[in-house]
């Protein structure tokens, strides 16, 4: 039986993974548990039982090399490998996600833009608007792994339903609703003003500490 990983330590495999390639960036090629702790905030204890999860990377008294470690952790999230992607809804947000650079280097790609007709045949980094009428026959033509949702609240279920016909395999949904979709599609939802409220939490409290 395969083992069940928590989504803590799934989510903290990203933050390993920014740190290594600021460390492999900067010429570093050696680190260990301790000064990957002191760059994280995780304990050393912890890394070591995140990465033991998924096999024994490190060799003791040595660490870890940096760009090995990295490569694995390529492996484990997914990203050693290519996905194409749709955006669905190219607001303020959607031209933001259409043009991050940061997509490519992830191993994702944008392959199309699609929008309310108004918006359809505007250019958004280098890719020309579809309407979103053209959406389901696009999904049938193409192999699309993952849509990206940046619509409205109202129609954000409606584009899901879609993009689930059209069989993608996940859905990063930005609108603030949750969207309903069956086992087999990954749903990861990002909620913004979560978020910002999280930050006027921590905010009020730190202005109460200084007082």
């Known amino acids: ?6 989504d ?7 933050i390993y993974h920014r740190y290594l390639t600021e460390l492999i960036d900067g010429g570093i090629e050696r680190i260990s548990s301790g000064e990957l702790s002191k760059l994280t905030g995780f304990t050393a ?5 995140d990465l033991n999860n998924f096999g024994g990377f490190g060799q003791q008294g040595y660490g870890y090399n940096a760009a090995d470690l990295r490569s694995q952790i390529d492996k484990i999230l997914g990203i050693d490998r290519d996905y194409k992607a749709v955006v669905v809804g190219v607001g303020h947000l959607g031209r933001a996600i259409a043009r991050y650079p940061g997509f490519k280097k992830s191993g994702f790609s944008i392959d199309m833009l699609f929008d309310i007709d108004e918006v359809a045949g505007t250019l958004v980094g280098g890719i020309k608007v579809k309407s979103i009428s053209e959406l389901s026959k696009f999904l049938k033509e193409n192999k699309i792994d993952v849509g990206i949702i940046s619509a ?3 129609v ?8 689930i016909r059209g069989n993608v395999k996940g859905i990063w949904n930005f609108a603030p609703v949750d969207i309903q979709a069956p086992e087999s ?4 939802n990002v909620r913004l003003n979560d978020s910002l409220l999280t930050l006027s939490y921590y905010l009020k409290e730190n202005t109460k500490k200084n007082k």
């Open 8 to 14: 803590t330590v799934i989510r903290r495999l990203p």
């Open 185 to 188: 599609v990954v749903v990861e």
């Open 156 to 163: 954000a279920q409606e584009i899901a339903d879609i993009l």
């Open 152 to 154: 409205p609240k109202a």
């Open 45 to 49: 204890s912890q890394i070591r039982q």
């Open 1 to 6: 039986m395969e083992k069940k990983i928590s």
